[in-house]
């Protein structure tokens, strides 16, 4: 057990080694830029992208897994007692409800 994860942090020390040592060399102009058989490119290589986009996409994706545990709740009133599973309940919505208000106040979710 050891030795795997001895080897692990030699494995993890080396790549950042090689990264840093990437860093230094650094890059020239021909290796950015953009190759179409020798001709400058007809449009921009780089897509401008909506950082409002994104946040939204997180959103989605962080609500969709409170949702994802959400849904079990009702099964596990057959294990738990109902005092406990009222508090688990009212804390899960709770801390969904102070996020989306959080998101509202920031004005992240509304599309501009």
């Known amino acids: 057990m050891i030795l795997i994860m001895l080897i692990f942090m ?3 020390i080396l790549f950042i080694i090689l990264t840093l040592f990437k860093k230094l060399v650094g890059s020239n102009k021909e290796k950015n830029s953009p190759f ?6 007809f449009s921009m290589t780089r897509i401008s992208f909506s950082i409002h986009f994104f946040t939204i996409c997180i959103m989605f994706l962080i609500f969709d897994i409170e949702i994802i545990i959400i849904i079990p ?3 596990m ?3 738990m007692k109902t005092f406990y599973f009222f508090i688990t309940v009212m804390m899960v ?8 208000l959080y998101e509202w106040k920031k004005g992240l979710i509304e599309w501009m």
């Open 36 to 41: 179409e058989c020798g001709f400058d490119p």
């Open 10 to 12: 030699i494995v993890i």
């Open 93 to 100: 919505i709770f801390l969904i409800f102070i996020g989306l």
């Open 73 to 75: 709740l009702p099964e």
């Open 77 to 79: 009133l057959h294990v």
